[in-house]
C-alpha cells in the first residue's frame, strides 16, 4: 500500500448524487397503524415515488467525513471521494492533511475490502460479514438498497409519513419530515437480530456543497457523518468499482 495511487483511484478521486440537503429538523414520531383502504394506494403510490427518486446511475463527489470508532471512541476526520454505482458497488477513498490515505472502503454485492494504511490493515469479507467497527453495512445498504422491502404499515400525520417495510429478517422504519423548501428530511431505521441502524438524509432534486448524511450503528456505537463538498459533472469510470484486490490494490 504505498504512496503511489492506482489509475483507478486517480480516476474517480474528482468525485454525490442527488441524495442530500441540508438544515433538516426530525420530525415526531407518532404511533404506528395500518391505514385504511382509501389511503393504502396513496401510500403506496408516495413509497414509490420515493424509490424512484433514487439514483439509478454511476455518480460521484468530493466529501468529507467524520467517523466515530465504535471501541475506543476514537474520531478519525477525512477528505476524500466516494463512488457509487447504485446496487452494484461503492468505492470510498479518504486523506487525511498530510496527504496519507487513511481509509480505502470497496464494497460490492458479494464481497468488501477495506484497507487502514495507518496501522497498515487490510480486511475483507463476504455479502453476511459486516463487521461492527467498519462502515461496511452502511455504504452497501444505504447506497445499494435503501429503500427495499415489502409495505406493511404506514401513517400520514402533520409532520410527515410513515412507513414499515419488511426487507428478509429486517424491519425497517421510514420517516419522511418536512426540511428547507425543496427539500425534506428521511430518517431510516433499519433492525434486524438485535441490530438498531440509524441513517439521517436530507434530500432534495439537485445536490448541493454543504449536503450530510449521517449514521449510526445504535448497537455499538459506531458513527458516520459524509459532507459533500464537491459534485462530479461526470459520472465515474467504470474502473473505480472494480475490486481493487483483482486490480492490483492502491
Not at 400520514?156 to 425543496?182: F, H, K, Q, Y
Request: aromatic residues 6%.
Amino acid at each position: 500500500m504505498g504512496a503511489r495511487r492506482s489509475a483507478s483511484e486517480r480516476a474517480w478521486l474528482l468525485l454525490l448524487c442527488p441524495l442530500f440537503c441540508v438544515s433538516c429538523s426530525a420530525p415526531g414520531r407518532p404511533a404506528w397503524s395500518r391505514p385504511d383502504t382509501s389511503d393504502w394506494s396513496a401510500m403506496n403510490q408516495r413509497l414509490a415515488q420515493e424509490r424512484d427518486a433514487r439514483p439509478h446511475d454511476p455518480w460521484a463527489a468530493v466529501v468529507s467525513v467524520t467517523m466515530r470508532e465504535p471501541r475506543s471512541g476514537h474520531v478519525v476526520d477525512g477528505r476524500g471521494a466516494i463512488a457509487v454505482a447504485p446496487g452494484r458497488a461503492v468505492r470510498m477513498i479518504l486523506v487525511g492533511a498530510a496527504g496519507l490515505t487513511l481509509l480505502d472502503a470497496w464494497v460490492g454485492r458479494d464481497r468488501w475490502r477495506i484497507a487502514v494504511p495507518p496501522v497498515q490493515t487490510v480486511r475483507r469479507g463476504g455479502a453476511s460479514d459486516d463487521p461492527a467497527d467498519l462502515p461496511v453495512a452502511f455504504l452497501r445498504w444505504w447506497f445499494f438498497t435503501p429503500l427495499e422491502g415489502e409495505l406493511f404499515a404506514a401513517k400520514r400525520t402533520g409532520s410527515g409519513t410513515l412507513w414499515l417495510l419488511r426487507d428478509g429478517d429486517a424491519v425497517i422504519e421510514l420517516v419522511r419530515g418536512p426540511g428547507p423548501p425543496g427539500a425534506g428530511l428521511l430518517t431510516a431505521t433499519r433492525r434486524a437480530h438485535g441490530r438498531s441502524e440509524v441513517v439521517q438524509e436530507c434530500r432534495a432534486p439537485t445536490l448541493r456543497p454543504g449536503a450530510w448524511v449521517e449514521y449510526k450503528d445504535e448497537s455499538i456505537g459506531l458513527g458516520l457523518r459524509l459532507v459533500v463538498e464537491s459534485v462530479a459533472e461526470r459520472p465515474p469510470e467504470q474502473d473505480a468499482f472494480g475490486d481493487p484486490d483483482v486490480q492490483g490494490g492502491t
